[in-house]
């Protein structure tokens, strides 16, 4: 994934990130990264619409 994208998404996830109280969490961009590369493995194990 290009590096643009990545850090547009991570900015979107850190602006997601708030605790149920609608505070920011306090979430790392290292933790933020592992979230958003599991998200792209789990985007590669089911594919693409149309790909089937």
């Known amino acids: 994934?290009?590096?643009?994208?990545?850090?547009l998404l991570?900015?979107?996830?850190?602006?997601?990130?708030?605790?149920?109280?609608?505070?920011?969490?306090?979430?790392t961009t290292a933790d933020l990264r592992?979230?958003?590369r599991r998200l792209q493995d789990d985007l590669r194990r089911v594919g693409t619409p149309g790909s089937l």
Not at 1 to 7: A, G, N, R
Not at 12 to 23: A, I, K, N, P, Y
């Open 1 to 7: 994934m290009p590096d643009m994208l990545e850090d």
């Open 10 to 27: 991570l900015a979107e996830l850190r602006r997601s990130v708030t605790t149920r109280e609608g505070v920011p969490a306090a979430e």
């Open 34 to 36: 592992r979230r958003l």
